[in-house]
């Protein structure tokens, strides 16, 4: 019977140094974004796109992330006293939303590394990986596309974005033949090029789906760009005997993890809510105005 993705791995165990002075005493996957924490867009897109188990990596300095999705009696109770039933709603669904699990990365030696410490978790099952800094929209049809195209094909698929060519150094880059609409097959993957010799501008993005053989390749894969046990490297290898899909998309992505992406995720974000985003967008208009941005 053909496998089924029910399984998903959140490396959130990386140091976040593009987010100091922030990082130096709070997980970046704990910066909030209007009221909720970037980890819990994450997880809430994974439960949506069918995943019921979830495997966070995190470190040693990360306990809030473990804290945020247990149960907390003692509010709940409070806020039960005063009559506060959404909030105690709100907060409980935060600890039911899936079976969310923890497992500890001893020292940040990369993403593949980080990714392979799921290996007794997952066991031989197929797993999607969602990136604990990158929130995609809620509309984005990226996971739930991947996982269709992985259940239809049982072959490992990777989230795809063009980029403007001088960009494409900061990413894995993939060279690709479109296959349909949003798929494409993966030829050549490398992390990290040189743009003069990039085989192409599409770019690895934050969503992975792999069949378990991922963990044979990561065991053997050295350090490569930065020092650090990379994923792309692994999917390299995993690529001379399996095929690799790439999912393409264009919008909906918001490396938080990336002070200005942050930045952005906020305002949009914020400008969606119902709550919030008509006094916020008045406040916008008139600081657009104040800076000159609009007359
Ligand atoms: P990043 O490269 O974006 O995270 O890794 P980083 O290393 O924390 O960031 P900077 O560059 O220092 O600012 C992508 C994801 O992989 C995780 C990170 O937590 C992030 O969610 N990661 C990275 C690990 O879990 N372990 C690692 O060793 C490296």
Excluded: W
């Excluded at 473990?66 to 506060?84: N, S």
């Excluded at 984005?140 to 072959?155: D, F, H, N, R």
């Excluded at 974005?161 to 880059?173: F, L, R, W």
């Amino acid at each position: 019977m053909a496998a089924k993705v029910k399984k998903a791995v959140i490396p959130a165990a990386g140091l976040g140094t593009r987010f100091l002075p922030f990082t130096k005493s709070s997980p970046k996957e704990m910066l909030p974004v209007v009221d909720r924490p970037v980890i819990q867009y994450i997880i809430e897109e994974a439960v949506d796109a069918g995943i019921e188990d979830i495997l966070v990596i995190t470190s040693r300095h990360k306990k809030s992330l473990e804290d945020h999705f247990d149960r907390l009696v003692d509010l709940e109770d409070a806020l039960t006293a005063k009559g506060k039933t959404d909030e105690v709603r709100e907060i409980r669904r935060i600890s039911e939303m899936a079976q969310i699990h923890f497992v500890r990365q001893g020292e940040a030696l990369g993403l593949g590394h980080a990714i392979g410490m799921a290996k007794n978790h997952i066991g031989g099952e197929p797993f999607a990986v969602l990136l604990g800094d990158d929130i995609m929209h809620r509309s984005s049809p990226v996971l739930k596309g991947m996982i269709a195209a992985y259940e239809a094909e049982q072959s490992s698929v990777v989230a795809l974005m063009e980029v403007p060519k001088q960009d494409i150094g900061s990413y894995g880059c993939a060279a690709a033949t479109a296959l349909s609409d949003n798929l494409v097959q993966v030829s050549e993957l490398v992390e990290k090029p040189d743009p003069e010799v990039a085989p192409s501008n599409l770019a690895v993005m934050g969503r992975y789906v792999f069949t378990p053989e991922i963990f044979d390749e990561i065991a053997k894969t050295q350090p490569g760009a930065g020092g650090e046990i990379q994923i792309t490297d692994a999917m390299a290898s995993l690529m001379t005997y399996q095929r690799m899909l790439g999912f393409t998309f264009t919008e909906g992505r918001f490396d938080t993890g990336k002070k200005i992406d942050y930045l952005r995720a906020v305002v949009e974000l914020a400008l969606e809510r119902e709550d919030l985003g008509p006094e916020f967008r008045t406040i916008l208009r008139d600081i657009a105005i104040r800076e000159g941005l609009v007359s």
